[in-house]
């Protein structure tokens, strides 16, 4: 299989804004990160709260740029491309992250959140019209309601919404940064299979962020366990699960809450 995120020796350095930029408050958050993930296949990324996680993410989407190291994603290195090829590496490359409440404008109708980005994929009116049928039927939203607004939808309605409004720039890698960490429990295994199910029909490349241990085994391929900005750990999922070589793997794996009883299968 193809990589199609290659990340090597990738670094971030937070110097913090205003008063605070100093060096004294500098933070090396991502520290020398490689790795690869294969097209078509999910990687895990976990560790503890502050270990990088989100950082990295950003750096590889070149949403808060690397201050080292490089990234290709598709064939596209984000440091050397033009106005216009950045504009098809954001559409390649999309985020969804925690919290769906704040990532929706509440005077945007659902429908008009989703087609906003056909709009600026430059697609005409009458098909985005539906488009956006299409795509709201997709993450299992009636398209009758594409006049509602998010306050009238669930926590994991709107998640939904916020998928499909990713999938609308017909992406190919998608990070998703704790993308069911704000919802109830029953409606987080809903949200998985349909993450599941997505990157099953559209052949979708995966990076997905999670404090939820049980919940990376059941989707991942490989996993990447990161501790002070640094990769500690990386394997296929069953080999990292099954044999930890890591100390604080090990006692990440430990600690981990069970979410067995809500989901259909697990390797664990
Ligand atoms: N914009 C910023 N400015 C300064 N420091 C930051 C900034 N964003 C993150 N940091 C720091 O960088 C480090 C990594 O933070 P990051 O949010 O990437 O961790 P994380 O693994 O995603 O944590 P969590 O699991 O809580 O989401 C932390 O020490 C954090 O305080
Ligand atoms: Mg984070």
Same mark, same amino acid.
């Given at each position: 299989m193809n990589d199609l995120v290659r990340v090597e020796r990738l670094s971030k350095v937070h110097y913090g804004s205003g008063l605070l930029r100093r060096r004294a408050h500098a933070v090396s958050a991502v520290d020398s990160v490689?790795?690869?993930?294969?097209?078509?296949?999910? @990687?895990g990324l976990v560790g503890e709260s502050g270990s990088g996680k989100s950082t990295l993410a950003r750096a590889i989407l070149y949403l808060?740029?690397?201050?080292d190291g490089t990234v290709w994603i598709a064939g596209m290195n984000p440091a050397t491309l033009s106005h216009a090829e950045m504009r098809q590496f954001r559409h390649?490359?999309? +985020?969804?992250?925690? $919290?769906?409440?704040?990532?929706?404008?509440?005077?945007?109708?659902?429908?008009?959140?989703?087609?906003?980005? =056909?709009?600026?994929?430059? +697609?005409?009116?009458?098909?985005?019209?539906?488009?956006?049928?299409?795509?709201? $039927? @997709?993450?299992? +939203?009636?398209?009758?309601?594409?006049?509602?607004?998010?306050?009238? =939808?669930?926590?994991?309605?709107r998640q939904r919404i916020?998928?499909?409004r990713a999938l609308a720039m017909e992406?190919?890698?998608?990070?998703?940064?704790e993308p069911v960490?704000? =919802? $109830?429990?029953s409606v987080q295994a809903q949200i998985v299979n349909l993450l599941l199910d997505l990157k099953q029909r559209l052949a979708l490349t995966y990076l997905f962020i999670s404090h939820d241990l049980n919940l990376v085994a059941y989707m991942s391929d490989a996993i990447a366990v990161m501790k002070d900005g640094r990769i500690v750990e990386l394997g296929g999922?069953?080999?990292?699960i099954a044999g930890p070589k890591q100390h604080y793997t090990q006692v990440l794996f430990r600690n981990a809450p069970?979410? =067995?009883?809500?989901?259909?299968?697990s390797v664990l």
């Open positions: 490689s790795l690869t993930i294969a097209e078509d296949s999910i @990687m808060d740029p690397p201050t390649t490359a999309q +985020i969804v992250v925690q $919290d769906p409440h704040a990532a929706l404008n509440p005077r945007q109708s659902i429908g008009a959140a989703v087609a906003e980005g =056909l709009r600026n994929r430059r +697609i005409l009116r009458r098909e985005r019209e539906q488009r956006v049928s299409e795509l709201l $039927d @997709m993450v299992g +939203i009636s398209p009758r309601r594409r006049n509602d607004y998010p306050q009238q =939808l669930s926590g994991g309605q916020v998928i499909a992406p190919r890698f998608l990070v998703l940064d960490s704000s =919802l $109830d429990v999922a069953e080999e990292v069970s979410l =067995l009883q809500t989901l259909p299968r």
